[in-house]
């Protein structure tokens, strides 16, 4: 690809962007890790943490990549550069293509068993099964050496295959369509979950929020999952945001955005914690939370095998989307520093993450006892990407904005150059400067144990 902006590939126009930047956003994060985050981290306390780093830390986090984005007009590390040369900002970028690896290493692995499960609804498997045969039936699927790898890589070629496929062609095409189909197929479960008989303690539990269940590791949890679920902190929304023509407005995208993610991430929860008390599953029961709970839900449902098959139909394509989303960043950055063709970039990249993930699926079963630091090898690579590299990205990306970019070259982007009113300028500036970079080093240090309050 050409190292000219002038051919640059570009979105087109607005519903594309917000399309591509929503499928980047809402994806397993939403349906799959919030809830079973929430669940082990005490429930309605959790959220309102989770909302309140969404729209502190979150929201002016995600406009500072916008604006680093679209002033550059380049892939995450050249990005830096561009904006700041000779100085060593580009290792941020370098730190998020890290991350990026590693995210999407177990990315796969779990969109992979979206696809085992669309299976498993098509050929009604789980008919007749009560919640304890459901549990086992996901526990000896995702323990087996062979099933879950092979779905791993089907997903990974399917993620592959639309990046190489270019941007216009492959990202957007596929967003516009399918994500508000999926809120239609969550409105229907969550009202079959909310009338379930039981529903009322998983209600309470997402409702009424108890503080003393929440813990610095909890908070953490919180912070980290508000980046993992805005796509933040790595270099996926300064990629996109590269695409984006000069007239959209950054600042309305990046609410409805973040709104649309947000609103999602609930609507998953409601399908899920009526039905968890309701079935008597354990709320805390971790990564298999959902693939346990929803097909119970389901079996209580005329015709439930249809919405089983198109849920996890949906779910599948919202993991696709976000998965492009964490291979572009590569593709952009080794396709136009390293010269190398586009093509052979999405290769060599989608080969590499799939490789990774394929120990952090068998740490499921055969590599469970191969512990590093007290972790298996896929929490561990959660654990460093969500809440160790993407704060610390987050972080340095606010900062970058405020003290190197300045206040005036800001201002400028976000209001498209003085064309579009930025009343709400004096706010972004005084989240970015103070609020998000202290509550991070804040929470961050906490969690991981370096700071007690
Ligand atoms: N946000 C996506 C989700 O919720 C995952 C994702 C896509 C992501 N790109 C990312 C997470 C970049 C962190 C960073 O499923």
Aim: aromatic fraction near 14%; charge should be positive.
């Amino acid at each position: 690809m050409s190292q000219e902006i002038s051919k640059r590939e570009q979105f087109s126009g607005k519903l594309g962007i917000i399309a591509a930047a929503a499928g980047s956003a809402i994806g397993l994060g939403n349906i799959w890790r919030f809830p079973y985050m929430a669940g082990k981290n005490g429930g309605a306390a959790f959220i309102i943490l989770y909302i309140l780093c969404i729209a502190l830390i979150g929201l002016p986090v995600m406009l500072s990549e916008f604006v680093i984005g679209r002033r550059a007009k380049k892939n995450a590390i050249a990005s830096f550069r561009r904006l700041a040369p000779g100085k060593p900002w580009f290792i941020v970028g370098w730190m998020g293509i890290a991350a990026a690896f590693m995210i999407l290493s177990f990315y796969g692995v779990v969109a992979g068993w979206t696809l085992e499960y669309i299976f498993k609804s098509l050929t009604g498997s789980f008919a007749g099964m009560d919640p304890a045969a459901i549990g086992k039936e996901f526990g000896d699927f995702i323990g087996s050496p062979v099933r879950p790898v092979f779905w791993q890589v089907v997903f990974m070629v399917l993620t592959g295959g639309i990046v190489y496929a270019g941007i216009k062609d492959g990202i957007e095409k596929y967003s516009k369509i399918l994500m508000p189909l999926l809120l239609v197929i969550l409105v229907v479960l969550d009202v079959r979950a909310i009338t379930l008989a039981g529903a009322g303690d998983g209600l309470a539990f997402l409702f009424k929020p108890d503080f003393s269940s929440i813990t610095a590791e909890g908070f953490l949890a919180a912070l980290g999952h508000a980046f993992f679920s805005l796509s933040l902190g790595i270099g996926t929304m300064i990629t996109y945001s590269s695409y984006f023509d000069k007239k959209q407005d950054l600042a309305t995208t990046a609410v409805q955005v973040t709104v649309a993610d947000t609103l999602i991430a609930l609507m998953a929860g409601i399908a899920i914690f009526p039905a968890v008390f309701a079935f008597n599953i354990e709320p805390s029961a971790g990564p298999g939370l959902v693939f346990v709970t929803l097909p119970n839900v389901f079996l209580q449902m005329p015709g439930g095998w249809i919405f089983s098959v198109l849920f996890f139909v949906l779910l599948a394509v919202a993991a696709l989307t976000s998965s492009i989303s964490m291979l572009e960043v590569m593709v952009a950055y080794f396709a136009e520093d390293l010269n190398i063709s586009r093509k052979k970039a999405t290769i060599a990249s989608t080969v590499v993450a799939t490789l990774v993930g394929v120990p952090c699926s068998l740490s499921n079963g055969v590599m469970a006892d191969v512990k590093i630091f007290g972790k298996n090898f896929f929490d561990l690579l959660d654990f460093t990407s969500s809440s160790v590299l993407m704060p610390i990205g987050g972080l340095m990306i606010v900062l970058f904005v405020c003290w190197v970019l300045k206040e005036d070259a800001a201002k400028d982007e976000l209001s498209n150059g003085g064309a579009l009113k930025v009343k709400f300028f004096p706010w972004f500036m005084f989240a970015a400067r103070f609020i998000a970079p202290v509550a991070i080093a804040l929470v961050f240090l906490n969690g991981l144990g370096l700071l007690k309050f």
